[in-house]
């Protein structure tokens, strides 16, 4: 129970910035009715209640899941084995994310289902099984974490090229929503397993890292490659932005937990049947670490339930209505402004980003304050949001303008900076786009790009994801520039004396 106290006092920190703005906003300039203030109360309290039961559920259940079958593939010393469970694992773990079912209910929610929730949340759960597979592989056989990316972004590139133009924003939001609650611990977990099978004995440190990195990119390869498929078929979005009918502050809560149970027991299924199936034929639990297991899958589900409950039925409603009312008031500036905002108080309270920031003060020995990384990712995020809001606000501004170059940057700066850190960039693009960037802030664009005369909410109302996860490929990059010349001199410094 003490470490799910922690898990509440994390997601607490994280979700109350965005609590506190929204109050303030809808008592000041963005009047609210009250039956939608005390929804998006509601809603709050169910995603901090949710997410903090799903996170305790992952870590006793989940994340040791991750580690034995990681472990288990190792021991086979299989090579083809280690393709074939990074296919499957990827697929089954993405299938059940949070993050990505948010954003893939926007999808079909804008697009009136002709990208169905569905149909995306298969598309994308392959393209990270696709992806971590080759990620292993390349653990195994010692292959160069830099010319990897290098190969996986010049595909992405030439994809873009010819793909359909509502895919795109979408294929870099999911590579962003992807890498959440769910995906990261469970990758990292089967990563370190596997690692042992490396062909120079030793699991060196880099080899921590890069896995998720490369997932995301599988992510966007598998959208671009289903947004070619439909390039013919004539997309459009639109969003309703207004109050529910219903006055009653519980129907909408009790409307959608029906069908969000269903979704999430079908989600989490194919974990809990291959967690039966392994422990009788390889894991061979005791009766004990197998019932707390089986406890953190049930938690799991139900942290899972809550969170989907309350994002759906209260708290993005609200996003999409402040963010349409404070555009519609015209002051266009303002709204950039809040948006910095946003950004900078969502990573600030980002519970992954802590565990990032302490990751990469120990691993350089303190050369890289965890204070300083924490810094420049707020900037980062902040500047990211403002500079995603301006693209809908700005006509002519398009994704592409900010992420070709982005990408090009972070790619080439893959041939200066240390190896460990272009893994440590490359994975912790998902960790800043957090569960309050896939629901508020995604909510708060569409419902910005709503109010902009000439905007597409498909068009333009997507794409803040994908924004805010570029921004730590470049800033931990930098960092590692910083830690690689800080290293040279402190090795000058020595020689001489």
């Known amino acids: 129970m003490h470490i799910l106290g922690e898990k509440l006092k994390e997601v607490l920190f994280a979700v109350l910035p965005i609590t506190v703005i929204v109050l303030i906003l809808s008592f000041t300039i963005v009047p609210l009715e009250p039956i939608l203030i005390l929804r998006f109360l509601l809603g709050a309290l169910l995603i901090i209640g949710g997410l903090a039961i799903f996170l305790f559920g992952v870590d006793i259940g989940v994340t040791p899941i991750g580690n034995l079958m990681g472990s288990t593939i190792a021991k086979t010393n299989r090579i083809w084995l280690v393709g074939l469970s990074g296919l499957l694992l990827g697929f089954f ?141 004539v997309i459009t979005g639109s969003l309703e932005a207004k109050v529910t009918a219903s006055a009653s502050l519980l129907a909408p809560f009790l409307e959608q937990l029906p069908v969000i149970t269903r979704e999430a027991l079908y989600a989490l299924l194919p974990l ?102 924490l810094v420049a990712l707020s900037l980062g995020v902040g500047s990211a949001v403002a500079l995603a809001l301006l693209k ?14 982005g990408y090009i940057i972070s790619v080439v700066m893959t041939f200066f900076v240390p190896p460990l850190f272009v893994g440590i960039a490359f994975d912790s693009g998902g960790v800043a786009s957090g569960p309050m960037t896939a629901t508020f802030i995604l909510a708060f664009s569409q419902g910005v790009a709503e109010a902009t005369a000439g905007a597409d909410v498909l068009l333009d109302g997507f794409g803040t994801i994908a924004m805010v996860a570029l921004t730590p490929l470049i800033a931990l990059q930098v960092l590692g520039l910083i830690y690689k010349v800080k290293t040279v001199k402190g090795g000058i410094e020595a020689d001489d004396e």
């Open 272 to 373: 809990v049947v291959i967690f039966l199936l392994f422990q009788r034929i390889a894991f061979k639990l005791s009766k004990k670490t197998a019932q707390r297991i089986t406890k953190g899958l049930l938690y799991t589900f139900i942290g899972l339930v809550l969170f989907l409950t309350g994002a759906n039925a209260g708290f993005m409603d609200v996003g999409s209505i402040i963010g349409y009312s404070l555009t519609a008031g015209g002051n266009k500036l303002f709204v950039v402004i809040v948006g910095f905002v946003l950004g900078v108080v969502t990573v600030l309270a980002e519970p992954a980003v802590y565990v990032l920031t302490h990751q990469v003060e120990d691993v350089t020995s303190g050369y890289v304050k965890r204070r300083l990384v």
């Open 392 to 405: 809908i606000i700005v006509p002519g501004i398009q994704l592409w303008h900010y992420l070709l170059p």
């Open 93 to 233: 773990i993405s299938i059940a994310e949070p993050d990505l079912h948010i954003l893939a209910g926007q999808v079909d929610s804008v697009t009136s289902g002709l990208i169905g929730k569905f149909y995306l949340v298969i598309i994308v759960s392959l393209g990270i099984g696709a992806l971590l597979a080759q990620g292993l592989l390349r653990i195994v056989n010692n292959i160069n974490l830099g010319k990897t990316f290098t190969l996986l972004y010049a595909i992405i590139f030439v994809l873009a090229l010819y793909t359909s133009p509502e895919y795109l924003a979408i294929a870099f939001d999911a590579s962003g929503a992807t890498t959440g609650a769910l995906t990261v611990p469970f990758i990292l977990a089967l990563g370190v397993g596997v690692s042992v099978l490396k062909k120079d004995s030793e699991a060196s440190e880099e080899d921590s890292f890069g896995l998720l990195g490369m997932a995301s990119a599988g992510v966007i390869i598998a959208v671009l490659l289903a947004g070619i498929r439909a390039k013919n078929l």
